[in-house]
């Protein structure tokens, strides 16, 4: 009989023992991920926020500015307004940031994954951030209780807070708290001060294509801010009403109507003076301490002299600027006892809210050289003592004149117009370098100066504020000038918290010296490196200031009521196209006041009054060419 075959085993049972095993193990491992994060989730709890503080909406105190002339300026502070309950909200306004920002707001309870998948696949495809995938809630969970860093901390507790709100909230709750809460650029926190600062009404007056604005705002509010990019944020809103139509919120009618079209944007008067405002603020705390109140500071601003300052620089720097690759200016406008009328810290102040007049320092080059005259008066020089102008040396330091000629014996007046660095070296240490910085200190010169024989040439870095000031303190017969710009803050319930007072008068150029300077400065302008700055039927003293490679270009000068001082140059410090003081400064400083006499009842008064001119309407000039 033949021997039978054994039978092979039968796999099935390694299989099915393979799998049995892999399912164990799965398990095994998910039980603890699931613990893991269980805990990882109980952990990042214990250390949730306050959920309290999400109905605690507080305002900030508010400051309102004022100018000389008592008329409204700026607002600053609380920008925050009241809070709205949700019928106050037009259904419009609600249907575009819904559109726009959470499509399905109305059906997820805290998270979208649907628009969380398409973020994250749009972000793939096109290998960036293009998307997001957050919801409302997650955004006002963000908005009220947490960072904006991105760590799994912060994005757990989000959706743990998120949950937290759709469970124990309304939706009309959640979308009525979102709108209080979320930030709409220029300072607007929620949407009552949103429609206030942007189109001045009301919000429950917000049109259709106003509506669509501000929702557009949100995803990046400072850079679509209307005010600041029209363009950008006419660009968004139409995608926010593209949005609408495709939701249903709106119809094509609605649509072809352009309710852009009607949208005006509220421009204000505090448009014009926000670098003196910001200065205002940083000294608001020297005269009341810590506000906790609403407040109103008067300020020494003259608003009418604030546009035309703004106008004249920008008017010549457009002109000249780029072809001289001149790209920013500051200007002080400043009464001869310190009042500070206008200040101009930039080109833009949406595009920087540095302040060069109050901040930079840079070096004055000759507009320091007063200074080193009034030393050499103090030592018994006169305005006519004749000194060489020719080749020196002081400890290996060679100084040489601008156009690299020498002129010979000049008297101290002639030296001083035309602006000679041999000369200047020479008095300086006649005089003595110690009784140069001593009187620098007297006149209004805060910052470091060092007794270096190249102080004559003003190497030292000043701002134009302190510079503006020692010509103040010339103009103000010698008593020493400080510059100032709050005259008086009112509390909300009208008690008087600070007025300034009069203080000690500070002697600091004897009056005999003051008068000889006064007579230099004006040949300056008369003869000298000044002559851009002459007004004809006005007596104009004042001092051009020149740094190396014209990196720096100053223009300080002085008549009657106002004395008047502007800057030009580059924050990098690169060099401009031979941009001297005598040229874009001078030309500035004689536009203002040129548009100074034509919206003041007569000409100005001090060093020598012209005719009385006949006024001429402040928007006649304003809007002429």
Do not use: C
């Amino acid at each position: 009989m033949a021997a039978t075959k054994p039978k092979k085993p039968d796999p099935a049972p390694k299989k099915r023992g393979a799998v049995a095993r892999g399912l164990y193990w799965l398990t095994f491992l998910g039980l603890w991920v699931g613990i893991g994060l269980a805990g990882l989730v109980g952990y990042y709890a214990l250390d949730l926020p306050d959920t309290r503080q999400l109905w605690q909406i507080e305002n900030q105190p508010e400051f309102k500015f004022y100018g000389a002339n008592e008329k409204s300026i700026a607002r600053r502070g609380r920008l925050n307004g009241r809070p709205l309950l949700y019928r106050d909200l037009p259904p419009h306004l609600v249907q575009a940031v819904i559109a726009i920002e959470d499509r399905r707001f109305y059906d997820h309870f805290g998270i979208d994954f649907r628009g969380f998948g398409r973020a994250i696949f749009a972000n793939l495809r096109a290998g960036g951030m293009v998307a997001g995938g957050s919801t409302l809630t997650q955004q006002l969970a963000k908005n009220v209780f947490l960072t904006p860093e991105r760590t799994i901390k912060r994005k757990v507790q989000e959706l743990l807070l998120s949950f937290w709100m759709e469970a124990t909230l309304s939706k009309e709750d959640i979308i009525t708290l979102y709108m209080n809460r979320v930030y709409f650029g220029a300072g607007a926190y929620g949407i009552f001060a949103a429609a206030e600062t942007y189109f001045g009404r009301p919000v429950q007056e917000l049109t259709l294509g106003e509506s669509a604005i501000l929702a557009g705002l949100l995803k990046a509010p400072s850079r679509l801010a209307p005010t600041r990019n029209p363009d950008g944020a006419r660009d968004r809103a139409s995608l926010v009403l593209q949005s609408m139509l495709e939701i249903g919120a709106i119809s094509p009618e609605m649509l072809a109507k352009d309710p852009l079209s009607k949208v005006r944007v509220v421009t204000r008067s505090s448009d014009t003076a926000h670098y003196a405002v910001d200065w205002a603020m940083e000294l608001l705390p020297d005269f009341v301490g810590r506000p906790r109140t609403d407040l109103d500071i008067i300020t020494t601003i003259d608003p009418v002299l604030q546009v035309a300052a703004e106008k004249a620089a920008l008017q010549v720097l457009d002109e000249f600027g780029e072809a001289r690759n001149a790209q920013q200016v500051a200007m002080v406008v400043m009464t001869p006892e310190g009042a500070v009328r206008a200040l101009i810290g930039g080109r833009s102040y949406v595009k920087s809210q540095y302040n060069r007049a109050v901040l930079a320092k840079r070096q004055p080059g000759s507009a320091f050289k007063p200074i080193v005259y009034l030393a050499g008066l103090e030592a018994g020089l006169e305005p006519m003592s004749m000194i060489n102008d020719g080749p020196v040396t002081i400890e290996g330091w060679s100084p040489q004149n601008y156009d690299g000629e020498y002129n010979g014996d000049v008297s101290l007046t002639q030296a001083l117009a035309q602006s000679l660095n041999t000369v200047a070296a020479q008095v300086t240490e006649r005089a003595g370098r110690d009784r140069v910085i001593d009187v620098a200190r007297r006149v209004g010169v805060t910052s470091y100066l060092a007794p270096h024989p190249s102080i004559a040439l003003g190497v030292f870095e000043v701002s134009l504020l302190e510079l503006t000031t020692v010509y103040a303190t010339i103009a103000n017969n010698g008593f020493r000038t400080f510059p100032y710009v709050i005259e008086e803050v009112i509390s909300a319930n009208g008690d008087e918290l600070y007025k300034r007072q009069i203080g000690a008068v500070v002697p600091a150029i004897s009056q005999k010296n003051v008068d000889k300077i006064q007579d230099m400065l004006v040949s300056a302008v008369d003869r000298g490196t000044g002559r851009a700055a002459q007004i004809k039927g006005l007596r104009v003293g004042g001092k051009t200031g020149t740094t190396q490679n014209w990196r720096d270009a100053w223009f300080v000068g002085m008549s009657g009521d106002l004395v008047v001082g502007v800057w030009v140059g580059n924050d990098d410090a690169t060099p401009m196209k031979r941009v001297t003081g005598g040229f874009i400064p001078a030309q500035i400083w004689k536009k203002f006041m040129v548009a100074q006499q034509s919206i003041s009842d007569t000409a100005p008064l001090g060093l020598g009054a012209g005719a009385p001119k006949k006024r001429r309407g402040l928007f006649d000039w304003l809007f002429s060419d």
